[in-house]
């Protein structure tokens, strides 16, 4: 079969080696013709593709240069093989051995399937230096920069920094603004003294008539002049002339050079013909020609700079072209950790850029949201070539805000990379391996500790990831029904589509005090799926696109907002559950049973509890909410009386001690528990349903007059009566919590359960 593709590869003895490739579809290899161009190698495959290969001469065979790019043949030497790029996206430089020995290369492009490829790779590096040069101009002003760069150093770091650079020059606005700038330039008029014959000459004035006078090389004129005798031949006369000569222009004509400049130290720098001394070359070439033009050569060199020109400043066209100068001076001497997972070795990474693009989108919003005051020196280090950023795929970064919505105050911290490590609760962290998202917001109140806010349920965290490749919200959520059994097929296969929705959920159920995770990715539809009608707890993904016309970042703006809104209120169900939580998980809480008790528990002891699930077709409380009463039962006869009118009294008082104080919970309890120690009667300890509203105040009075309630004669002002009747389960009790107390206690049925067998 003939292959898709015959790459002849030149070898040092003058002679070639030929690469043959094969794709499952031709549309997934290319020969680009604008290649060099855009700073590409010229044979382009496409991410998550394979591609079959085969040198035509023996001994011949692709060296490994990652894990799992190159599948070398065992079964004839390694002369055939695949090529599987994974997600991979860049320059990909593959080297030909011979004997373990390099005798050629060849060079990839290996793009993404998204057609905006390219410009959007050019605006997230535009995008990034200016973020960075706004980060910087934070600790200094930009009218004390420095405007000689020093671009010695580290190649890598220096093709980094000339990536920052090429972004700019490259852009549309900036190669509109010089246009521009040439079509419609600053310009003054200026007088210009030249030697003219008399005959000439303007209209006098003092200077010419003086000339008149004093003149050299003078003609006879017959006295017709005021008694002069003669004239000179020649007079100096001043020419008003609109040049475009002026200090703004020279300024222009600087800026273009020294970005000329700085692209062939760059390419001085590289190894000849590879890709890095190819883009410096390009990029140097194309300002030669802007410079070539006739409107540069009449501009003279610049000898002061005039930073402060209203035309630099406010005019179109220059005040960009000054933008431009403030990045590359900053971005010329501004390195950061993770631009080597970008730039290293001129791989152009679009997915990693696209995860630090949209770090920089979110700091942005979140200073504008949040007033974020931060210092940034916390985050700039010193280099060897000025100032780096902290900033690297995998290591944790930390910006701290504060904000007052009105209702309440919250602190804030937004997180690059942070790590939720396996830790035991209450502690922060994951129920059970290390989970590391992207970005994670963090909001807590203000007043409270952010390690007492994890351990009391009042911090919230929301997840986000970066997912370049995904480009719509089907590839994330599906389309529709989802077919389960195909999905299996689909893991088994490992092209699984949901794998990123359930990372979402994975965060969510992981990562305690989590709200919500959310996927951000180049697309345009939205997706917010949410518990109930309250915006959080939810998952779901939101559009972020590297794009001059819109990248959605408003639509995300709106959500953290309204995130804010719903944080300030404490009536929400999401802080109604999380009060709960963190209640119903106090160690300081003694109505709970340890799982622990329950080992070596007879079954018939356990299905004695036949506790209802529903009463009146709704769920009952958990056992640890149910209050119940105890009450103490004095003799026998008063049980015949309680057992006859289904009646309990208690003392009631705010005072006197073994009186029951009416408040919240004594209203609220569901259960009576009657207990006695003084006499021998059966079925004692024994649990009562309290009637619902059939507790009431009674005086000693009323308890007196009325001898159906009561047949003792009362001592106390105040009693509370209630209503009994008998319960329609069965429980086993357990008698320690009463202690064999005469005083009415206020228990939960959960320390009333019994577990022992």
């Not at 001085?268 to 194309?286: L, T, W």
């Not at 080597?340 to 990693?352: L, P």
């Not at 005090?513 to 990715?521: D, E, K, M, Q, S």
Request: aromatic letters at 10%; charged letters at 25%; a negative charge.
């Amino acid at each position: 079969m003939q292959p898709d593709f015959n790459i002849p590869l030149p070898l040092q003895d003058g002679t070639a080696v030929n690469l043959q490739l094969w794709a499952d579809d031709p549309e997934y290899i290319q020969d680009c013709a604008d290649a060099h161009e855009n700073g590409e190698a010229r044979f382009q495959l496409s991410e998550s593709r394979t591609y079959q290969y085969r040198l035509d001469s023996a001994g011949y065979v692709l060296g490994a240069i990652r894990d799992g790019v190159v599948v070398s043949s065992s079964f004839d030497g390694g002369q055939t093989g695949r090529i599987v790029p994974g997600i991979y996206t860049g320059r990909l430089v593959i080297p030909v051995l011979r004997n373990q020995v390099k005798v050629a290369e060849v060079e990839f492009e290996i793009r993404s399937l998204k057609t905006d490829y390219r410009t959007d790779y050019r605006h997230m590096l535009a995008d990034i230096a200016e973020h960075c040069v706004d980060l910087v101009m934070q600790c200094s002003s930009p009218v004390t920069q420095q405007f000689t760069p020093d671009y010695a150093g580290n190649p890598h770091t220096l093709y980094q920094q000339f990536s920052f650079v090429k972004s700019i020059v490259n852009s549309q606005e900036f190669r509109d603004a010089v246009q521009r700038i040439v079509t419609s330039p600053v310009s003054r008029w200026s007088e210009e003294e030249k030697s003219v014959d008399i005959r000439k000459s303007a209209r006098p004035d003092v200077s010419l008539i003086r000339q008149f006078a004093s003149g050299k090389r003078r003609v006879v004129v017959n006295g017709l002049l005021g008694g002069l005798a003669s004239l000179p031949e020649r007079v100096i006369v001043k020419d008003k002339t609109d040049t475009v000569d002026v200090p703004e222009n020279r300024f222009v004509k600087y800026v273009l050079s020294e970005f000329r400049r700085f692209a062939g130290d760059v390419k001085s720098k590289m190894a000849g013909n590879s890709p890095e001394y190819r883009d410096a070359g390009s990029v140097e070439a194309d300002l030669e020609r802007i410079l070539q033009e006739p409107f540069f050569r009449e501009i003279s060199s610049l000898q002061a700079l005039i930073i402060n020109s209203p035309a630099l400043q406010r005019r179109e066209g220059y005040r960009d072209v000054l933008k431009a100068w403030y990045m590359f001076d900053t971005a010329a001497k501004l390195s950061w950790a993770g631009g080597e997972d970008v730039y290293d070795a001129g791989k152009r990474d679009v997915a990693v850029l696209y995860e630090y693009w949209v770090f920089f989108e979110l700091l942005m919003m979140a200073r504008e949201l949040f007033n974020m005051d931060f210092q940034v020196q916390d985050h700039l280090i010193t280099t060897s070539n000025g100032l780096g950023l902290a900033l690297k795929s995998g290591s944790e970064l930390p910006f701290e805000g504060r904000f007052n919505t009105g209702a309440r105050k919250f602190n804030m911290k937004f997180w690059y990379n942070r790590v939720f490590g396996r830790r035991n609760y209450p502690g922060r962290g994951s129920w059970t391996r290390e989970m590391r998202p992207d970005y994670t917001f963090s909001f807590w109140p203000d007043g409270v500790s952010e390690e007492q806010a994890e351990e009391q349920e009042l911090i919230v965290h929301i997840h986000f990831d970066a997912k370049y490749k995904v480009e719509r919200i089907n590839e994330i959520l599906g389309d529709g029904e989802v077919d389960l059994d195909a999905e299996k097929i689909d893991q088994r296969k490992g092209t699984y589509k949901r794998a990123d929705l359930l990372k979402m959920h994975a965060y969510k159920d992981a990562i305690r005090r989590t709200a919500g995770a959310y996927i951000l990715y180049p697309g345009s539809e939205a997706s917010d799926m949410r518990g109930f009608h309250e915006i959080l707890p939810g998952l779901g993904a939101f559009p972020l696109r590297p794009s001059a016309s819109g990248t959605g970042i408003d639509e995300l703006k709106e959500f953290i907002k309204k995130v804010v809104s719903h944080l300030q209120y404490r009536a929400t169900r999401r802080e109604h559950l999380s009060y709960h939580v963190y209640d119903s998980q106090r160690t300081d809480r003694d109505d709970f049973v340890d799982e622990n008790a329950f080992a070596g528990i007879r079954a018939e002891w356990v299905s004695r509890h036949l506790l209802p699930e529903l009463e009146d077709g709704v769920r009952t409380e958990p056992v640890a909410d149910i209050i119940v009463l105890a009450g103490f039962v004095r003799d026998a006869e008063h049980w015949r009386w309680i057992q006859g009118e289904m009646k309990y009294n208690f003392r009631h008082g705010q005072e006197d001690r073994g009186a029951l104080r009416l408040d919240d919970r004594v209203s609220s309890a569901r259960y009576l528990l009657l207990h006695t120690d003084a006499f021998a009667v059966n079925n004692l300890p024994k649990l009562f349903r309290i009637i619902p509203d059939s507790m009431r105040a009674q005086s000693r009075v009323g308890l007196v007059s009325d001898e159906a309630v009561y047949q003792y004669r009362p001592h106390h002002d105040e009693y509370l009566v209630v209503g009994i009747e008998a319960i329609a389960f069965d429980v086993t009790l357990n008698i320690q919590p009463l202690a064999l107390t005469q005083e009415p206690l206020i228990l939960s049925l959960g320390r009333l359960l019994a577990v022992q067998g």
